[in-house]
């Protein structure tokens, strides 16, 4: 048995120690993921997000089947609580404008801007970058499940087309496949989304 597995046979049996071992080594990276998901959420919402995923992770712990690395579950938990938080937000705001762009937003794990300091960017090129970023998930949530979850799984959370398809129960070559087809797709919703001047760059390289 992995040490992985013994970690969540620990967890199984109740395990004060191991539940905490578990938090310590998953949340920061599903913090960073729900960050990178929505650059518009505050801390505090990422916080809460993580609160909610780390529940369902204690409640649904028992149906993880190991088919896939525990991060690659987690991250889908989170991916799926961040995407109802928003909605609730959106549902909220419905009626009042659109939502103002937060310039404050601070990463909840490494207590940075989203806009790494050495770029020196000025007001102006921050919301530029702000904008974008809206810009790209409104491309993704049209793009819905399951091209968005494949994109999301790959470029925020970092995973290989090995784990994605370890998650997806699908070799790596079909993942690189239906990636490329769904990033075809996303460059075509952006091309009616995106500003005339940002249309042509890659659509990950302007956020």
């Not at 967890?11 to 004060?16: D, F, T, Y």
């Not at 793009?143 to 995973?159: A, S, V």
Request: charged share 30%; hydrophobic share 40%.
């Amino acid at each position: 048995m992995d040490r992985e597995a013994e970690l969540i046979a620990r967890c199984r049996q109740g395990s004060e120690a191991a539940w905490d071992a578990l938090f310590d080594a998953h949340y920061p990276a599903a913090a960073r993921f729900v960050f990178q998901l929505a650059p518009d959420l505050t801390s505090e919402d990422v916080e809460e997000i993580c609160q909610e995923t780390f529940l369902s992770v204690i409640r649904n712990l028992e149906s993880f089947g190991g088919s896939s690395q525990l991060s690659t579950w987690i991250f889908r938990i989170a991916a799926n609580k961040a995407h109802d938080h928003r909605a609730r937000m959106k549902a909220a705001k419905r009626g009042s404008g659109r939502a103002p762009l937060s310039l404050q937003a601070v990463d909840p794990v490494t207590g940075r801007s989203p806009d790494p300091p050495s770029t020196a960017l000025g007001p102006d090129a921050v919301l530029m970058r702000e904008e974008r970023a809206r810009l790209l998930r409104e491309c993704l949530d049209e793009l819905g499940n399951p091209c968005k979850e494949i994109i999301e799984l790959r470029y925020f959370g970092g995973l290989s087309y090995d784990e994605i398809g370890g998650e997806l129960r699908v070799n790596a070559k079909t993942v690189s496949s239906r990636l490329s087809r769904c990033l075809d797709r996303l460059e075509t919703l952006a091309r009616a989304i995106f500003p005339d001047e940002n249309r042509g760059e890659n659509t990950f390289s302007a956020v």
